[in-house]
């Protein structure tokens, strides 16, 4: 993809320029998602280490159609580092796994997320593996594993007693992320209820 210059920034308003230049084409006015900004900030945040300062620069860019040294000024970084920024965010939403909140908004984009949680997620039908269950084999990366160490989620009781709010205040953890945890915690609790594993077993570390 061609860099973009301002001329073409203007082509249409924001989010429609900053959808268009991620995906490649043109899109009609009215097949704009009416959410997608809702969910900018959400999958910035998944992805790039600062994602208000991320979403700042998008806007700084395609709102306000400043110059890549402009930005560079008021943010506090050279010019090339505001490129990257902004090419290395839309390469990311161009990815299958968010590519749906430029496509279809950020609803849809979190109900796909839903859906491939319940599809992804494996039953446990042997209380052994309780015992031996890690955070690895949910699928989570190293920096998503460590997050979670680090505020003292050591097991899946630990777990139960952490609020999502304090969950999505992480770097590198999102709705998805924190719905496949619940589902193992669900998971948990019916073996629980149905006597399958006592309640000691629920503090056996999972890291």
Not at 17 to 28: P, S
Not at 50 to 77: N, P, S
Not at 87 to 114: F, H, N, P, V
Not at 183 to 188: A, D, R, V
């Amino acid at each position: 993809m061609s860099p973009t210059v301002l001329s073409d920034i203007f082509r249409a308003p924001f989010p429609q320029n900053f959808i268009e230049d991620t995906l490649g084409y043109e899109i009609a006015p009215g097949d704009v998602p009416p959410d997608f900004e809702e969910g900018l900030l959400t999958a910035l945040s998944d992805y790039t280490k600062d994602g208000a300062r991320t979403e700042k620069i998008i806007r700084l860019r395609y709102e306000e159609g400043l110059t890549l040294e402009q930005i560079g000024k008021e943010i506090g970084i050279n010019s090339e580092r505001v490129r990257y920024l902004i090419r290395y965010s839309q390469r990311r939403l161009r990815e299958k796994e968010y590519r749906t909140l430029c496509e279809k908004g950020y609803a849809a984009w979190q109900e796909e997320l839903r859906a491939n949680v319940e599809k992804e997620t494996k039953p446990l039908t042997d209380p052994a593996q309780v015992s031996i269950f890690r955070l690895s084999e949910l699928g989570l990366s190293f920096t998503q594993i460590r997050a979670l160490e680090n505020i003292g989620i050591q097991s899946l009781k630990d777990l139960q007693e952490t609020p999502d709010s304090k969950l999505l205040e992480l770097k590198r953890i999102n709705l998805w992320t924190i719905k496949q945890l619940r589902g193992l915690q669900e998971q948990m609790e019916e073996l629980l209820a149905a006597g399958a594993i006592t309640a000691e077993r629920l503090e056996t570390s999972i890291n």
